[in-house]
């Protein structure tokens, strides 16, 4: 394995953990952990984030994998929505006979 | 578990936060990050923050990673001595969450940049520390009740304000550890009522022994004092810490009274006593020089804990080293095919 500087290290690659609190609902993020495959990582995920019924499937992704916005550029990039107030329904104001359409 | 650590780094640290020569680009950064803090926003750890804020962070929450994983080792001195089935698929559970503590904690430290190995190697040198509540030694079952009730209690306490920190990674890690942590300390404190209403007159002496020794060494949990703490005017400040050690520990001493009082122990304190004016219990004061003795490694266990740390780590290398070969082997090959 290497690191971002292209290190060789010994350490396991990072994966991120998503679960899927109960069936019809998301896979949400969790958490991450260490491990050597994606096998392992699947059984760890088990062990450490559904030790209590918290899930009933679980997914893992190489954290280099993940491709993310920039965190930097946030403003730029979602304060253009703030002004488009139209594309809430709560914007048009209908009689009241048919406001609740 | 939790550690009280977060005031105990090298005091130097302090004026080197004071000088640096910041470019104008820098102060504008710091003065957002500042303003974000002041509006109660969090901070992810892709945003930019200051040079301190980072290293406090990383102390703090490395620490507290350090102090989950150790506390498995007393605990784990009782797993195979547990009176009943019952009691030790429940220690084994506990331990298994600590374990899961240090976890998500080592995964939050980790997201500031700091690599898993490079914080255990700091913890295996004795560079970093951990907990001094850990340094003492449980002598016999009543002591495990004892630190479910007492020290997983003061954690609770030290905790829940951690769930509101300003650095997001740690919040949502103490969300999950505070939901885990009450059956801890609900555990410990059901295992001594059982003691102490249907025991034996020694098993009661016996619970009694293990408050003596855990009650001064839960309070020191804490930390130092306020008006000695190095770092509690910073930490609170960026909004790492919300509540002052004397005004978390004074809010574990009321609330534990009244549960001794159920459970029928007295605390090893004359002087601990309901103080009208104040609506608080006043205590006696607390040796702070064995905390420190502690603290810098000379408590009863300190070598003995890190020892049995640095063993684990050792006798696991082959296996970390295997796993890792036997994944690139097998990667190797599903990219030939």
């Known amino acids: ?9 010994n350490e396991w690659p990072l994966w991120e953990v998503f679960v899927r609190p109960k069936a019809g609902l998301d896979h949400k993020h969790c958490g991450s952990l260490h491990a050597a495959d994606a096998a392992m990582a699947v059984q760890m995920a088990r062990e450490v984030y559904t030790r209590r019924q918290e899930g009933t499937s679980v997914w893992v992704v190489r954290s280099m994998d993940i491709t993310a916005s920039d965190p930097g550029e946030k403003d730029m990039y979602f304060d ?17 006979a048919v406001n609740h359409m | 578990m939790y550690t009280q650590a977060m005031d105990t780094a090298p005091k130097e640290e302090l004026s080197s936060q004071v000088r640096a020569m910041r470019s104008a680009e820098e102060a504008q950064l710091e003065a957002r990050f500042e303003a974000r803090i002041d509006d109660g926003a969090f901070i992810e750890a892709k945003d930019w923050m200051p040079e301190h804020y980072r290293k406090t962070l990383v102390r703090q929450i490395s620490q507290h990673a350090h102090s989950e994983i150790v506390g498995m080792l007393p605990e784990g001195n009782w797993v195979t001595r547990a009176p009943t089935l019952k009691r030790k698929a429940i220690l084994l559970a506990k331990i298994q969450d600590e374990g899961g503590h240090g976890l998500y904690l080592y995964a939050a430290a980790e997201t500031l940049g700091v690599s898993r190995d490079q914080l255990l190697d700091a913890l295996h040198t004795g560079k970093a520390k951990y907990s001094s509540i850990f340094n003492y030694p449980t002598l016999t079952w009543a002591d495990i009740g004892v630190i479910g009730w007492l020290v997983d209690g003061a954690a609770i306490m030290n905790q829940v304000p951690l769930t509101r920190c300003s650095f997001a990674p740690y919040a949502r890690a103490m969300v999950r550890i505070c939901r885990e942590e009450s059956f801890h300390q609900r555990q410990g404190y059901d295992a001594l009522l059982v003691m102490m209403k249907s025991g034996t007159e020694a098993q009661r002496a016996m619970v009694q022994d293990a408050v003596n020794r855990w009650w001064w060494p839960s309070l020191m949990m804490f930390g130092p004092p306020d008006s000695e703490s190095t770092h509690s005017a910073q930490s609170a400040r960026w909004g790492i810490k919300r509540i002052s050690n004397d005004d978390l520990r004074q809010k574990f001493v009321n609330a534990t009274v009244e549960q001794a009082k159920v459970l029928g122990v007295s605390m090893p304190d004359p002087l601990l006593k309901w103080n009208e004016q104040r609506g608080h219990y006043d205590f006696g004061p607390i040796a702070w020089d064995e905390f420190w003795r502690v603290v810098n490694g000379h408590g009863p266990c300190n070598r003995e804990r890190l020892a049995a740390r640095v063993k684990a780590w050792d006798d696991g290398a082959w296996v970390r080293e295997a796993a890792l070969v036997h994944a690139r082997k097998h990667a190797a090959k599903e990219k030939a095919a």
């Open chain 1, 80 to 96: 253009p929505m703030e002004d488009k107030v139209y594309r809430h329904p709560t914007f048009y104001e209908l009689p009241e």
């Open chain 1, 1 to 9: 394995m290497s690191d971002e500087k292209g290190n060789v290290t």
